[in-house]
């Protein structure tokens, strides 16, 4: 008599077949389970159920993770290729080419785009759009800057994840000015992409709120059968802004001012009114 449970075969490199690698249906389920993985020692994620917030980026992450992995996908894999984006900015940091070709004190999205095409990150990072890698590292430091302002156990450093002290390192050399002008910019445009449509400006909780997902914005299974396409940020919105075609929303759902200070207030960055003014001011004269 059989006991009714699948049998697990090892691949030739001797490593189980793992969840997050399995293309069957119950295998494409475990993919949602990429929060769970997350390693949070040292860390406190703005959203309490995705690290996007939404399965669908999630899945979009762990997709271009898997692509530049052998074997098990794990705690430590995704602990490892995550604090890479931080060591990686750190050394571009030091280089005086980046100080002398682009200026990231005042830009940091030109600074992102340095880091993305960096070959230790590009490996996976080119498997997710660029507002999403954006995105990936502001939550990240977002989640390490909550840690500080509120620790929790462990205490000790030294038994914080990798991302956690990576994170650490790069505050200390940090030249980029995360208020200014430019974040300011790309958040108003829909960079960020965890904007709820229905915020208010009476209601800036909403952004974040992972809690009252609707039917619409749960993900449909079926779309992991094309890896080819990991990221849902931009596929259908894109064509429906004829502004600029690399808007993740259309223009006429471009965020208010109030929508953009609770978003910056999401992700630890403090407001900067005169970035706001300046940013605010320029659409009202356009118009």
Not at 139 to 162: F, G, S
Request: charged share 25%; glycine share 4%; with cysteine.
């Amino acid at each position: 008599m059989g006991t009714g449970r699948e049998k697990r075969h090892p691949h030739k490199d001797g490593h189980h077949a793992t969840p997050a690698a399995s293309s069957t249906a119950g295998g494409v389920k475990k993919l949602l389970i990429l929060f769970q993985d997350i390693p949070k020692a040292g860390m406190i994620y703005p959203f309490q159920h995705a690290l996007l917030k939404r399965d669908r980026r999630d899945r979009a992450l762990t997709f271009a993770i898997l692509k530049s992995v052998r074997g098990k996908f794990n705690r430590y894999i995704l602990d490892t290729r995550l604090a890479l984006i931080f060591e990686t900015a750190i050394d571009l940091v030091r280089e005086d080419i980046v100080f002398t070709q682009y200026p990231i004190t005042i830009d940091p999205i030109d600074f992102f785009r340095l880091l993305r095409n960096r070959a230790i990150v590009r490996r996976w990072a080119m498997g997710i759009t660029e507002n999403l890698f954006i995105s990936l590292f502001l939550v990240l430091r977002a989640a390490r800057q909550k840690w500080h302002d509120n620790p929790r156990h462990p205490l000790e450093i030294d038994k914080h994840c990798r991302i956690a002290r990576a994170i650490d390192v790069f505050n200390r050399v940090d030249p980029m000015k995360w208020n200014g002008v430019a974040v300011v910019e790309w958040i108003r445009k829909g960079g960020l992409m965890f904007q709820s449509a229905s915020a208010t400006p009476n209601a800036p909780q909403t952004i974040g709120d992972d809690t009252a997902a609707k039917d619409a914005d749960m993900p449909d299974l079926s779309d992991l059968a094309h890896p080819a396409a990991p990221d849902d940020s931009t596929a259908t919105n894109n064509d429906s802004n004829k502004d600029d075609p690399d808007d993740p929303v259309p223009a006429n759902r471009h965020l208010t001012p109030e929508q953009v200070i609770a978003s910056m207030r999401l992700l630890n960055i403090d407001v900067d009114q005169t970035a706001l003014t300046e940013v605010f001011g320029r659409l009202n004269i356009a118009e």
